[in-house]
């Protein structure tokens, strides 16, 4: 291997070009080729990195002798075929989206990667590396004592606009609970500690969407709901998603609650949709509140400037970045968000879908067989 750590992308749209943009931060690390068939997403890959080559087809990009590693970042239903791809021709190590499939019935061809593959994947969960839910993770343990509740919040803008609309309908990205819940799903299970047995939902398409029609159809995608989770080891998880709730302070709100006290961290959504005349966006923060002696006491978490700028995720991209970069160049052994881990939080959001369409709490077992 080089001294510079060369990517090969597959899918370069709007979460790619965050990934580009992030790299380019990185020591010692480029973007040396992507495949991306829409033109436009392509040409802006190219204005980020001028030197990377665009390559016409999948079989292209992974014949390039220089490659180190992989990210993929194409639409969701791809996913799994892609890795399906890497499995027959390249064994290189993966990044690769969130969530790691989109459809029940791919779980045996998922279990075969899994048993097969030789080189290492790591799911990418972004929400894991924010910096307030970082530091978090960090205290939660020693200032609840156990964690006994755990909830999360999003109050969120709508579905961004994506090449071909493809996020627009459940079929293509899995559904809104497992397109945009499945980072919360995994952070519940690395939280917790445990694994989930049931899941009870709520949910509907109440405000986003209804008038948009794509070749005739309307999308089903939902845009609101909650979804409660028990866990193995008697805890207990919830998650309010609300995707039309976008003047709030804050985007994200996760709360951890256990004998000896609370722990909150409290996220802004991007920069670039803060208005303006509002001053500077919220700072993220971190409040933690013990029960003896009382006394809550607030942190700022602030972000560095230049990771803001490179995406929308709060800096952690480039985080997640760091650590991924560790495991292709051999100084961690394992990657931190493994392939089971990407597996069971799609099953949650499948299990938060289910419950939904069918009015019934879902058990677990229902999915894993």
């Known amino acids: 291997m080089s001294n510079t750590t060369n990517y090969g992308i597959i899918g370069c749209g709007m979460m790619g070009h965050e990934h580009m943009r992030n790299i380019a931060l990185l020591d010692n690390a480029r973007v040396a080729a992507v495949f991306e068939p829409d033109a436009g997403m392509a040409a802006i890959a190219q204005s980020i990195a001028p030197d990377v080559q665009l390559m016409d087809s999948i079989d292209a990009l992974l014949a390039l002798p220089d490659l180190d590693c992989i990210l993929i970042a194409s639409p969701n239903f791809r996913h799994i075929e892609q890795l399906e791809m890497l499995a027959a021709q390249r064994h290189l190590p993966v990044l690769v989206e969130k969530p790691l499939f989109t459809d029940i019935e791919q779980l045996g061809r998922l279990k075969t990667f899994i048993d097969t593959y030789p080189s290492p994947v790591w799911v990418a969960m972004e929400y894991r590396y924010m910096p307030p839910i970082a530091a978090l993770l960090n205290c939660v343990d020693d200032v609840t004592g156990g964690i006994k509740m755990l909830t999360i919040r999003e109050h969120r803008f709508p579905f961004l606009e994506k090449v071909g609309d493809w996020n627009r309908f459940d079929r293509y990205s899995g559904g809104t609970f497992v397109e945009k819940c499945c980072h919360f799903f995994d952070l519940m299970r690395l939280v917790l500690k445990s694994e989930p047995v049931r899941v009870m939902a709520s949910g509907g398409q109440d405000a986003n969407h209804i008038e948009e029609r794509y070749n005739g159809e309307q999308p089903d995608i939902l845009d609101n709901g909650y979804v409660i989770v028990d866990f193995a080891n008697g805890s207990r998880a919830m998650l309010e998603l609300c995707m039309f709730a976008e003047g709030a302070q804050y985007q994200e709100e996760v709360s951890a609650v256990g004998p000896m006290g609370k722990v909150e961290a409290f996220v802004p959504g991007p920069g670039r949709f803060w208005p303006e005349h509002l001053g500077d966006a919220p700072l993220p923060q971190l409040i933690v509140s013990p029960r003896k002696p009382k006394g809550p006491v607030k942190r700022d978490i602030p972000v ?66």
């Open 304 to 369: 560095d400037p230049a990771l803001l700028e490179a995406g929308d995720h709060n800096g952690s991209t480039y985080y997640q970045h760091q650590k991924f970069l560790e495991l292709v160049r051999g100084q961690r052994n394992a990657p931190e968000v493994s392939l089971i881990d990407g597996k069971m939080a799609v099953l949650l959001g499948m299990a938060a879908q289910i419950s939904i369409r069918e009015h019934r709490t879902v058990h677990m077992n229902e999915l894993l067989g």
